[in-house]
Nanobody, 114 residues
């Protein structure tokens, strides 16, 4: 059984940075299909960054140039580096394996204060 566990969230000031981690465990051998979503209070869950064709990454317009996905296959971990954080980035961040509809992590809270 595959599990995803996020970590790295916290409280940060506007303009600060955080790096989220998503560790995959279980029978999965590939982390190439794992992406990031987020859900702010009172809003629907939205895409942040997901793998696309040709090894590229599809980023939400609101995070382009500020957020970056990276992967460490040896550690089976996907990272989301978040720079120049804004108050509107406040949300619970989830990692999700696009191969499996129901495979989500438990989420990690990111709060950006002004």
């Amino acid at each position: 059984q595959v599990q995803l566990v996020e970590s790295g969230g916290g409280l940060v000031q506007t303009g600060g940075s955080l790096r989220l981690s998503c560790a995959a465990s279980g029978s999965t051998r590939s982390i190439d299909t794992i992406g990031w979503y987020r859900q702010a209070p009172g809003k629907q869950r939205e895409l942040v960054a997901i793998p696309s064709s040709g090894g590229t990454t599809n980023y939400a317009d609101s995070v382009k140039g500020r957020f970056t996905i990276s992967r460490d296959s040896a550690k089976r971990t996907v990272y989301l580096q978040m720079n120049s954080l804004r108050s509107e980035d406040t949300a619970v961040y989830y990692c999700h394996d696009l191969r499996y509809l129901s495979l989500w992590g438990q989420g990690t809270q990111v709060t950006v204060s002004s």
